[in-house]
Nanobody
Framework: QVQLVESGGGLAQAGGSLRLSCAAS????????MAWFRQAPGKEREFVTA????????DYADSVKGRFTISIDNAKNTVYLQMNSLKPEDTAVYYC????????????????WGQGTQVTVSS
């Protein structure tokens, strides 16, 4: 079992920044891939980014490439999503997710999910 707890959501202005955190609990992390997904009102949940725990394999959705950065602090067992140059269309509930194995963009590939944190970007 992997337990995930997100924090750091909130309100930001367009062009601003926010950092999300996801604290993970597990005995071993080396084979985990961590990901962020988001779900805007009335839309399906979509892939944002994923990284293997080592950081050796990282993937970004085109919509956030160059603006968002995923990182992992091994000492704190925490995954971060640094979001810069925010746009109103980034408004969504952001979810942290985990799976064993390589990075994957499919929701169904991730059995472990956090509760979500709201990000709202005003224009």
């Amino acid at each position: 079992q992997v337990q995930l707890v997100e924090s750091g959501g909130g309100l930001a202005q367009a062009g601003g920044s926010l950092r999300l955190s996801c604290a993970a609990s597990r005995r071993t992390f080396s084979s985990l891939t961590m990901a962020w997904f988001r779900q805007a009102p009335g839309k399906e949940r979509e892939f944002v980014t994923a990284s293997t725990w080592s950081g050796g394999q990282i993937d970004y959705a085109d919509s956030v490439k160059g603006r968002f950065t995923i990182s992992i602090d091994n000492a704190k067992n925490t995954v971060y999503l640094q979001m810069n140059s925010l746009k109103p269309e980034d408004t969504a509930v952001y979810y942290c997710a985990a799976r064993y194995g390589s990075t994957w963009r499919s929701l169904g590939a991730y059995p472990y999910w956090g509760q979500g944190t709201q990000v709202t970007v005003s224009s």
